[in-house]
């Protein structure tokens, strides 16, 4: 067997972490290759900040092995500046003005980009001489990410960034982590509810569920690995009915009112389908591929824990 | 640059853009000034009726002495600095866990121990920059309304000009001693406390607990630092400077609560120090 050697960026190996006699993190292990989106996605209170903070330093974890950049949490100002965090919440000065927070944060990272070039690359330089604690919440949500891309960080960890963006701010910060990620190499960790976004971004998908990480890999495997279903529609229910009852590959998950039926094929195509219907006389008005999406991946695993 | 450096500069921009910093700067000289020019306007009106009774007493003429004013002014400066720069310890750290900012610092440049011990010599810093001030704001205020001179009684001199600066030099001295073991005191606060509100709430708190507890705690009391510097209730020796200096004779010095005053607050000073950096390694940003 082939096995390509994977540049790790961060890597985490049988972290604990327990509040009290509360365990959120059970012996967690976690990598990022360089280069990679890795979204982290998990239930309210299933420890994704936990998890941060201890990758940054913040917390200390019970026990356990976390490197980034081959440093250790306890020493990551040592990378000076090279790994940054974006957090839940703007975590600036409400009484500097936003330039004065940049110019600030300027003082603690190599920096790449100047105060004015990341204002207008987040498109809040009007906002340059108001103070932080008069802005919205989706412009100190961009003043951090501003923050964040003063220097050429090799690794940003961003908890939560999409929270207080409207439709159009989200679509920027998205935009902005793929050119970052494919112009400048910058890997990303992202924990967010957000799983849509975070399909749509991201190259790695880690589910945190129980205090483990109880699935991570590639979206694109994680998501081809989950079946498909068909929705089908045809003028004639009762031959429809008849035909799949007759295949043992095809199994009948769902019929609605609107006279359409969800299927589940195995070891058959959609094309195979269609033509075992159009071969049998039953004319398809409708055949819809629904491909599963991150939500319905993690609905269905974060059930399966549960249960 | 290390950690260190960067930490420092970090918290000097900080302190160069907040109202807080220049509120310390500020305030006690303010605050001096004010209370010089009251005594200006209260001792002017006494003065002059006892001129025109054409009985002028001990009193009125020691105040028309400068330096018992400058004592004074420096008091009433060094008190507000105090419990100023005790607030802002207290608040400089919490309030940077409180808002998070201190998550940038402390994973981008500096360590923990690197940031208290920039903050600490930020803050004492600023203490240095609000006394130089101090003393400039209350040296001229203080000349222009007075004369500055040795106390003369009956052509007899009390005490030369040479004895007067040399109290004041050493009272200052004493008072000036223990700030920098009361900014680590409220360090200290800032760390182990939950939130800034309770950190400011706490430190201040027991500042003024021991204001007013001192006297009772007797002779145990010059083992502790805020004994020494000048206060509400105040035992410090530059209390005892504001009257030597106006030719008094009743102040019974003690040479061994001196020599107190002079060191109690450097070990102080480290063991505050010493268990910042062990509450701050052990908690959670």
């Not at chain 1, 990480?213 to 529609?233: E, G, M, Q, Y």
């Amino acid at each position: 067997m082939q096995t390509k050697s994977k540049e790790l960026i961060l890597s985490a190996k049988g972290l604990n972490k327990r509040y009290g006699s509360y365990e959120v993190l059970r012996d967690l292990n976690l990598e990022l290759e360089k280069g990679s989106i890795l979204g982290l996605v998990g239930l309210n209170g299933s420890g994704k900040t936990t998890i941060l903070n201890c990758l940054l330093g913040l917390q200390t974890a019970n026990s356990g092995v976390i490197s980034l950049l081959n440093f250790g949490p306890q020493n990551l100002h040592q990378s000076k500046g090279k790994i940054v965090g974006i957090f839940d919440s703007p975590s600036l000065h409400p009484n500097l003005t936003l330039r004065e927070n940049l110019e600030h944060a300027s003082l603690l990272t190599a920096t790449a980009r100047t105060p004015q070039q990341v204002e207008k690359l987040l498109g809040i330089e009007k906002f340059a001489k108001f103070k932080l604690r008069k802005l919205s919440l989706g412009n100190k949500r961009r003043a951090s990410i501003a923050h964040a891309l003063l220097g050429n960080p090799d690794l940003i960890i961003l908890d939560e960034p999409f929270n207080g963006l409207d439709a159009g701010g989200v679509d920027d910060v998205l935009a902005l982590i793929k050119q970052l990620n494919e112009t400048d190499g910058t890997s990303f960790l992202l924990s967010s509810h957000q799983l849509p976004y975070l399909e749509n971004i991201c190259s790695h998908i880690a589910i945190l569920h129980h205090g483990k990480i109880c699935l991570s890999d590639r979206i694109d495997n994680l998501l081809s690995s989950a079946s498909s279903t068909i929705k089908l529609r045809t003028a004639s229910p009762s031959s429809t009915s008849s035909l799949i009852d007759s295949h043992p590959n095809i199994q009948v998950l769902e019929l609605d009112a609107q006279g359409y039926t969800t299927l589940s094929l195995t070891d058959m195509s959609s094309s195979e389908l269609n033509r075992l219907f159009v071969e049998s006389n039953v004319p398809v008005d409708e055949l819809i591929v629904q491909r599963p999406s991150l939500k319905d991946l993690f609905q269905k695993i974060t059930n399966e824990r549960t249960e | 640059m290390n950690g260190f450096a960067i930490a420092l500069q970090s918290e000097l921009f900080i302190a160069r853009h907040t109202f807080s910093s220049k509120l310390i700067v500020l305030a006690p000289a303010v605050l001096a000034v004010l209370q010089i020019l009251l005594e200006w306007i209260t001792e002017a009106g006494g003065a002059t009726r006892n001129n025109l009774l054409s009985n002028p007493t001990f009193d009125d003429l020691v105040n028309l002495n400068a330096y018992g004013h400058f004592v004074d002014g420096m008091k009433t400066g060094l008190t507000v600095l105090g419990l100023l720069l005790v607030a802002q310890a207290a608040y400089s750290f919490s309030y940077d866990r409180d808002t998070g900012m201190i998550r940038h610092i402390l994973i981008r440049r500096a360590s923990k121990p690197a940031l208290i011990f920039a903050k600490l010599l930020q803050i004492n810093l600023i203490g240095l920059i609000s006394i130089l001030l101090l003393i400039i704001t209350t040296y001229v205020t203080s000349s222009l309304l007075w004369e500055f001179g040795a106390i003369v009684e009956d052509g007899f001199e009390l005490i030369s000009e040479e004895e007067i600066l040399a109290e004041i030099s050493t009272g200052l001295q004493l008072a000036i001693i223990p700030l920098p073991a009361a900014i680590a005191f409220g360090l200290l606060v800032s760390v182990i406390a939950q939130s800034a509100t309770q950190a400011i709430t706490t430190a201040l708190g027991i500042t003024l607990a021991i204001d007013i507890f001192k006297s009772m705690l007797g002779d145990y009391a010059d083992y502790v630092y805020a004994r020494f510097q000048p206060s509400l209730i105040d035992a410090s020796y530059l209390q005892d400077v504001s009257r030597i200096v106006r030719g008094y004779s009743d102040v019974m010095l003690n040479e061994s609560v001196l020599q107190l005053n002079l060191w109690m607050p450097i070990p102080t000073l480290i063991i505050f120090v010493g268990l910042t950096m062990i509450f701050i390694h052990k908690k959670s940003i």
